[in-house]
């Protein structure tokens, strides 16, 4: 079945560091993949997504490029500041087209330190 | 955007007795709502499926008699916990989703952390 891995937290820098959280994924189609972020005390937010090989989501200075070859949607970012903090969640859909629910990875949780 | 609300967000009840947690959809129809269930330092599991009208789609090792879904409208689902057990206890977030296409956003409420004692 679908699964994703990603780097198990928690990450703690300092602010203004560079940002990578790693994320590979199995499938067995051609799935859609997202980047979720969770605030504390709020529900999960799409932070960006990708649909097909070599895409790259973006939002919020954050950057991932959807790389077949490697299986992976590593999240990025240049420079990180204390309001990034929050819990980041790889995920996958392989719907095929159909409403299907989401395959996410166990969540990293960033702190930014001032 | 979007929104999601959850109620109740914290509830505690009785080890034998039945829980209802309800789903909305505040500004938008959602086509299918998504019901998930979180563990401490654990990913979100996909517990259930449910289409407005229709009955909800199940995923494996879910027992359907125990997790009560109904969609009766584009903006309300809700998820009963039936003879609600310790184990039971947990973090269970809903979303919602416009349109059909698995690329689509999903929408996540805030979560509602079920202790049954």
């Known amino acids: 079945g679908d699964s994703v891995t990603q780097m198990e937290g928690p990450v703690t820098l300092s602010e203004e560091a560079f940002l990578t959280i790693n994320c590979t994924y199995t499938a067995t189609g051609y799935p859609s993949l997202f980047w979720y972020v969770q605030y504390p005390g709020e529900g999960l937010q799409l932070l960006l997504k990708?649909?097909?090989?070599?895409d790259k989501g973006s939002n919020k200075g954050f950057e991932a490029t959807y790389r077949k070859e490697t299986t992976s949607f590593h999240l990025e970012k240049g420079s990180v500041q204390v309001s990034d903090s929050a819990v980041y969640f790889c995920a996958l859909s392989d719907s095929g087209g159909g409403a299907d629910g989401l395959t996410f990875g166990k969540g990293t949780h960033l702190i930014i330190q001032p | 955007g979007a929104v999601v609300s959850q109620h109740p967000s914290r509830v505690i009840c009785k080890s034998g007795t039945s829980v209802k947690i309800e789903c909305r959809s505040l500004?938008?129809?959602?086509?299918?709502m998504f019901w998930y269930r979180q563990f401490p330092k654990q990913s979100l599991m996909l517990m259930a499926t449910?289409?407005?009208?229709?009955?909800?789609?199940?995923e494996q090792g879910v027992e359907k008699d125990k997790f009560l879904i109904n969609h009766a409208s584009l903006t309300l689902s809700t998820l009963t916990v039936t003879s609600a057990h310790p184990e039971d206890s947990s973090f269970y977030i809903c979303?919602?989703?416009?349109?059909?296409?698995?690329?689509?956003?999903?929408?996540f409420g805030p979560g509602t952390r079920l202790t049954v004692t």
């Open positions: 990708a649909t097909k090989a070599d």
């Open positions: 449910s289409n407005e009208g229709s009955k909800a789609t199940y």
């Open positions: 979303s919602a989703q416009l349109g059909l296409a698995g690329v689509d956003e999903q929408y």
């Open positions: 500004d938008f129809q959602a086509t299918t």
